[in-house]
């Protein structure tokens, strides 16, 4: 049975360095016969995609298909790791103490190379850092939460809740980052609070990976960002129509936004804009560095509640008497 195993692995490396390579070749290379190279491909056949080019063309893989770069998982590169000690090596062809090496290496290799991908892509990406903060005293917790979200791993964190100012530990299945304002949002289920949040990442404290890996299942992130202006997310839904004058309508049709809104060119050269949303503290703070610029029509609620606001800012500004 080692043997054949032996013998299949070299099959494929034999396909895989040879396009095109025939079954008499692969007779010779594999110290066999013909017929049984045909058993052997039918074996392979069910695992990987082995194409017969015709009649005297040999064979080779389908599309992109390769046995490298080695994609192991981390369970089964412990698996491939304690194959000496479950096999019985003396057994086994002269070669296989120096192949097994050269798999083992060529896997820890390529694993310390995406390791480094990460870490300068993460070194790349500019953080802001909170206020309350010294700057540079804190590690950057972009590595292993990218790291995690490729590998699909369990993360254990400690977390800063601001609204109760309390830190909590819990693990969490990270599914995406999403860049919003200056700064990273994490979108994973969270196991203490048994659904999907969204995360702050300079709230994090430490982020340790885990040996725990997890299936993202249904989870749908356009679904879950639906009407969703940046971050907040709220159940009510809200359509806006607003304003804008000619001044600054270019600028807002070139505005990346998250949402697609309903844009309506004006006579004056203005612009009409319309979106739904979840939640409006976002929209309206965004529609406040706009001024005069910007005038919200409806909900009429909220031509109200800024009116009410604008005198009150009004207040800190009045002239000494």
Not at 98 to 113: E, I, L, P, Q
Not at 120 to 148: D, F, H
Not at 184 to 193: A, P, R, S, V
């Amino acid at each position: 049975m080692t043997e054949k195993l032996i013998r299949l692995l070299r099959i494929l490396q034999a396909i895989q360095a040879n396009p095109g390579i025939s079954a008499k070749e692969l007779a010779l290379k594999c110290g066999t016969t013909v017929r049984t190279i045909y058993r052997d491909l039918r074996i392979l056949d069910r695992v990987a995609p082995i194409m017969n080019e015709g009649y005297g063309k040999g064979y080779r893989f389908i599309g992109e298909f390769s046995m490298y770069p080695l994609d192991f998982t981390e369970q089964e590169a412990m698996v491939f790791s304690m194959l000496p000690s479950v096999v019985d090596t003396s057994q086994l062809p002269a070669e296989f103490d120096s192949a097994f090496d050269k798999v083992m290496t060529a896997h820890t290799k390529m694993k310390s190379r995406n390791s480094d991908i990460v870490e300068n892509i993460a070194g790349i990406i500019r953080m802001g850092t909170p206020a309350y903060r010294e700057e540079g005293k804190y590690p950057n917790l972009l590595i292993p939460v990218i790291e995690a979200i490729l590998d699909q791993q369990t993360i254990r964190t400690e977390y800063h809740t601001l609204t109760k100012n309390e830190i909590t530990v819990r693990d969490i299945d990270p599914y995406f980052l999403i860049p919003r304002d200056q700064r990273f949002y994490l979108i994973g289920y969270c196991h203490l609070l048994k659904k999907v949040r969204l995360f702050r990442i300079s709230r994090f404290l430490d982020v340790v990976r885990t040996n725990t890996h997890f299936v993202m299942g249904d989870f749908n992130i356009t679904q879950f960002m639906k009407n969703t202006w940046s971050i907040d997310r709220g159940d009510k839904l809200i359509h806006f129509k607003v304003r804008f004058t000619e001044k600054v309508a270019p600028y807002i049709k070139e505005e990346e936004m998250f949402v697609r809104p309903r844009m309506t060119d004006l006579p004056n050269g203005g612009l009409l804009f319309e979106v739904t949303l979840n939640s409006s503290r976002e929209f309206l703070k965004w529609l406040y560095q706009f001024g005069p610029e910007a005038e919200v029509l409806e909900p009429r609620e909220y031509r109200k509640e800024i009116r009410k606001q604008l005198i009150e800012w009004m207040k800190h500004y009045e002239e000494d008497q």
